[in-house]
């Protein structure tokens, strides 16, 4: 069956309780004794509830309430209100005047309609718009929405790779000796870092006198200190970094004896007694 706007409109209102009284019960009596209307209803009832679920409920607190009840008059316990009813009047032949009441009738059912319609379309917007605000919220801030409505949490699996071990250089030996004896001495040199470790195997200092090591090199104009050598087993350092690596692995190293502390101006006082060049024991990674 066809409906006009009338009724399509009603039917709407009804399912989102903006109807008056009177207006509910004239929807309900046509729900009563017409399945196809009472479909529409309901048609419209789920189009409008789909949306509305989408809005949590907010339950106004009391004060909220007594706020209402004042504003409308109904602070106070109100007595029930008795419609009067309606008396029947006799049939009476249409006059000229009511002939203009039924043309207007027309235009009072138009701004009715068009009350209805813009009644629906706002409400629609609204909870439309309520729908797009929750739609951002569980796009952008998920913990701001009810438990309920929360989308499940997605679990991703990375992997992660450890970093590439590092590749280990070359190291190089000088045994520092006298006259092809025993080893008083030995030099180790990192390639990479140009640090250098000095192992005392077999010498010690007179007392009031320390061991020097010295670099020594055609490409250089004299000797160059390297420190002095400590009372403990190991002395480490970093001054090979200052020179060329081709200078490093060329050298003479060589150890004199100068008084406590080391020589006073860079220059070695006496003359060397252990000496030794590198030799590479462990080639660099490839």
């Known amino acids: 069956m066809a409906y006009s706007e009338d009724h399509i409109a009603l039917a709407a209102e009804y399912a989102l309780g903006t109807l ?44 909220v309430w007594e706020k209402i009840r004042a504003a409308i008059g109904h602070s106070e316990q109100q007595a029930p209100i008795v419609l009067p009813q ?34 629906i379309a706002t409400a629609t917007s609204g909870i439309a718009a309520a729908l797009i605000v929750m739609i951002g919220v569980g ?22 790779k450890p970093p590439p071990a590092a590749k280990p250089s070359a190291q190089y030996v000088a045994v520092l000796q006298k006259d092809g004896g025993g080893p008083a001495f030995i030099l180790t040199v990192d390639e990479a870092t140009r640090d250098f470790t000095v192992r005392k195997v077999g010498a010690s200092a007179e007392p009031g006198s320390s061991f020097e090591l010295w670099l020594i090199s055609d490409k250089l104009p004299k000797p160059r200190s390297l420190g002095v050598i400590g009372n403990n087993d190991f002395t480490s350092r970093p001054l090979l970094a200052a020179y060329d690596a081709d200078i490093v692995k060329s050298a003479t190293y060589a150890v004199t004896v100068e008084q406590a502390g080391g ?24």
Request: aromatic share 4%.
């Open 20 to 63: 008056d009284a009177g207006e509910r019960a004239q929807v309900e009596t046509m729900m009563s004794v017409d399945k196809d209307f009472a479909a529409m209803v309901l048609a419209w009832e789920h189009k409008l509830g789909a949306l509305n679920q989408m809005v949590g409920s907010v339950e106004p607190s009391p004060e």
């Open 139 to 160: 796009v952008s801030r998920p913990d701001l929405l009810p438990g309920g409505m929360r989308p499940a949490p997605k679990t991703q699996v990375a992997e992660v």
């Open 263 to 286: 020589s006073p101006d860079g220059n070695p006082h006496s003359t060397p007694i252990f000496a030794g060049k590198l030799i590479e024991t462990v080639p660099p990674a490839r």
């Open 86 to 119: 309606p008396e029947l009047e006799p049939f009476a032949p249409v006059t000229e005047a009511a002939s203009r009441v039924a043309d207007t009738s027309n235009v009072i059912r138009l701004a009715a309609n068009a009350r209805r319609w813009r009644t």
